[in-house]
């Protein structure tokens, strides 16, 4: 019978989709008991990929990503959701529709995870409303798309500014760890 093992730590990352006039320091606030301050952040870039957040938050809509600086167990990605949506909540514009949207996700040393409220083939259910979904993988140095793999995320900021991400967490975790 093989040993059940804690998991090893990984860092929280968040997807920030939102509307020019909001800034998106507003919301991240609400992370930090959980998961501290911000220690890296991507540029702001236009989000040109789809059209699907036009109706509920307008047109014209900025991409940023940003890292959390506290270690956590990856078990922790169903709460992050919750409070991102929480989050989100807070901030509507005057019909209804949110000013940002955040998805959270974690970073290993081997892959990138998303969590979603929605189901699908490559989606796995981890409990109350929540799924994972690999993203990207860690390949020949370097994280790589997968076939299902959102458009915005395969462009080279995004693989760069993971990259980077996983430099950060592979220093914090020591040098001891087996690539």
């Known amino acids: 019978m093989a ?17 020019k006039e909001f800034n998106p320091e507003l919301a991240l606030e609400g992370f930090k008991e959980l998961l501290g301050s911000v220690i890296k952040k991507s540029d702001v870039i236009p989000f040109i990929h789809t059209t699907y957040y036009n109706k509920e938050m307008g047109e014209n809509l900025f991409r940023q990503w940003v890292l959390f600086e506290k270690f956590i167990n990856p078990d922790l990605l169903i ?6 949506n929480e ?31 929605k189901n699908y083939a490559h989606r796995i259910y981890l409990g109350k409303g929540i799924y994972a979904e690999i993203t990207l ?43």
């Not at 709460?79 to 991102?84: E, I, Q, S, V």
């Not at 900021?157 to 991400?165: G, P, R």
């Not at 592979?170 to 760890?177: D, E, P």
Request: with cysteine; glycine share 6%.
């Open 137 to 179: 993988i860690y390949k020949n140095q370097q994280f790589r798309p997968l076939e299902w793999t959102y458009p915005d995320y395969r462009e080279e900021i995004a693989l760069k500014f993971f990259d980077e991400c996983r430099v950060i967490l592979k220093r914090m975790l020591g040098s001891q760890m087996v690539e």
């Open 3 to 19: 040993e059940i093992k804690e998991p090893q730590k990984v860092l929280a990352f968040a997807g920030l989709i939102f509307v």
């Open 79 to 84: 709460d992050l959701k919750h409070r991102a």
């Open 87 to 117: 989050i989100e909540s807070k901030f509507l514009n005057e019909n209804g529709g949110r000013k940002i949207n955040i998805d959270p996700g974690l970073i290993s040393l081997s892959n990138l995870v998303l969590a979603s409220t």
